[in-house]
C-alpha cells in the first residue's frame, strides 16, 4: 500500500510543474532583418 500511495503523492506534486504555462513569463524575442547587400555598379562585380 505505501508504494503505491508513494506513487499517487508523486505523480500529484509533478503533474502541476507540467500544466504550468511559462509563455507569460519569457518574452518573445524578435530580431530586426538584415541589410540587403549591396548592388554592384560594374559588370566585373557579377563574375566574382
Excluded: C, H, R, W
Excluded at 500500500?1 to 507569460?24: C, E, G, H, Q, R
Aim: glycine share 2%; hydrophobic share 45%.
Amino acid at each position: 500500500m505505501k508504494p503505491i500511495l508513494t506513487a499517487l503523492v508523486l505523480l500529484l506534486s509533478v503533474a502541476p510543474a507540467y500544466s504550468m504555462n511559462i509563455d507569460s513569463i519569457t518574452p518573445v524575442l524578435t530580431f530586426p532583418e538584415p541589410e540587403p547587400q549591396p548592388a554592384t555598379k560594374d559588370a566585373d562585380g557579377i563574375n566574382k
